[in-house]
């Protein structure tokens, strides 16, 4: 079929972020099973970077291929429709949140479709993890309604993680630290994994909640009320040297390094979470560092852990619960928390993207996007 001038994709240098371009999409048949979504509008935060900057070690340039040697297109969450079907269960005009390409359509094989969606199928999908292939039915979700589209695009998964690692903290017996340190502690990972940790110290548990920050950002961190106490990052030699857990989500080498010399021994647990300073050398991350050795915390595998061990209907009323606290957080506008920028178009998303490579994102702001002219 000839191009569709009105498909695009927005598309990066797989070694080189710093090089990116919108281009058109060749529109073709559907095979029997697949569906056409159009891309209606997605989340774009500091975690799409970190999508691109850990893209060839944990394979996220694999999910879109853009059959462009060298190039990749990101990974971003949001809602589409669909606009063609060549599978009986799957409807023209059904809605579905999950995981999309930073395009304006999708072409999924809609495979083991239920009343909640389906996953897809397509084989080159198959060998990364399950939880990023389903695309669930708006209709079929109990947590969604429509005027909350942009803070399910902007939180579901951030709030996923910070919801999997609260947990992994708790059932840890918090790493018998006394201080759990959070960098880049304005990202909305790390002030809703600090949210409900804050609810488990109103429970009773005896911990310091650490915010570890920018000068720029020290403001913002500080009105969230969910850390005990918010410090710059040249002033983690104040920090008291007692028992600690690290949660890495700026991912900065520098930091790493500074929080392990720090603490030594006293240092209990270190994870890796996120990398929103996705520009600083990783060299020296591999530096054999005093105290716990850094891991990676990969939510999908603790998701899969504890849904095996809980049950898939358990964990969905406690997310469900944690979910809902969170949201009359984020809409109360007296609270600060979120202001939504939305922006469409090429232009639009460009800017957006170049502004998220350079730091430039205010962290009150949750920017959410479509490649489409609207």
Do not use: C
């Not at 191009?3 to 070694?15: G, H, K, L, S």
């Not at 609270?335 to 922006?343: N, T």
């Amino acid at each position: 079929m000839p191009a569709d001038e009105a498909a695009a994709t927005f598309i990066v240098r797989r070694d080189d972020l710093r090089q990116f371009k919108t281009v058109p999409l060749e529109r073709r048949a559907l095979d029997d099973g697949e569906v056409e979504l159009s891309v209606d509008r997605f989340a774009f935060t500091s975690n799409n970077v970190t999508y691109g900057a850990l893209g060839e070690m944990l394979s996220y340039w694999n999910f879109f291929p853009t059959g462009l040697d060298g190039w990749g297109t990101i990974p971003v969450w949001g809602f589409g429709t669909a606009l063609r079907s060549k599978h009986p269960a799957i409807a023209i005009g059904e809605r579905f949140f999950g995981y999309y390409p930073m395009a304006t359509r999708l072409i999924a094989v809609a495979s083991a479709p239920t009343l909640a969606g389906f996953v897809d199928g397509a084989a080159h999908r198959q060998p990364m993890s399950a939880i990023y292939n389903r695309y669930q039915r708006t209709t079929a979700d109990p947590n969604y309604r429509v005027e909350d589209e942009p803070l399910l695009m902007l939180y579901r998964p951030l709030f996923g993680t910070a919801f999997f690692l609260d947990d992994l903290i708790a059932e840890s017996s918090f790493f018998e630290a006394k201080s759990l340190i959070f960098s880049s502690a304005s990202s909305k990972t790390a002030y809703s994994t600090a949210f409900l940790l804050s609810d488990r110290k109103r429970g009773g548990a005896e911990i310091e909640i650490v915010g570890l920050t920018s000068s720029a950002n020290l403001g913002f961190v500080n009105q969230l009320g969910v850390y005990d106490r918010v410090v710059t990052y040249d002033g983690i030699a104040e920090l008291k040297p007692q028992p600690a857990a690290f949660f890495d989500v700026a991912g900065s080498a520098a930091v790493r390094a500074a929080v392990h010399h720090h603490f030594a021994n006293a240092l209990t647990h270190s994870s890796i979470i996120g990398r929103t300073h996705w520009n600083e050398t990783a060299s020296g991350s591999l530096e054999k560092l005093p105290g716990a050795e850094p891991t990676m915390f990969f939510a999908p595998s603790w998701i899969q852990k504890r849904t095996k061990e809980l049950g898939p209907e358990a964990v969905q009323a406690r997310y469900g619960q944690a979910w809902r606290s969170l949201l009359g957080m984020l809409a109360d506008p007296a609270k600060g928390w979120l202001e939504i920028v939305e922006g469409s178009g090429p232009p639009a998303v460009e800017k957006t993207y170049r502004e998220a490579l350079e730091g430039r994102f205010k962290p009150a702001q949750g920017h959410v996007l479509s490649l489409r002219d609207r």
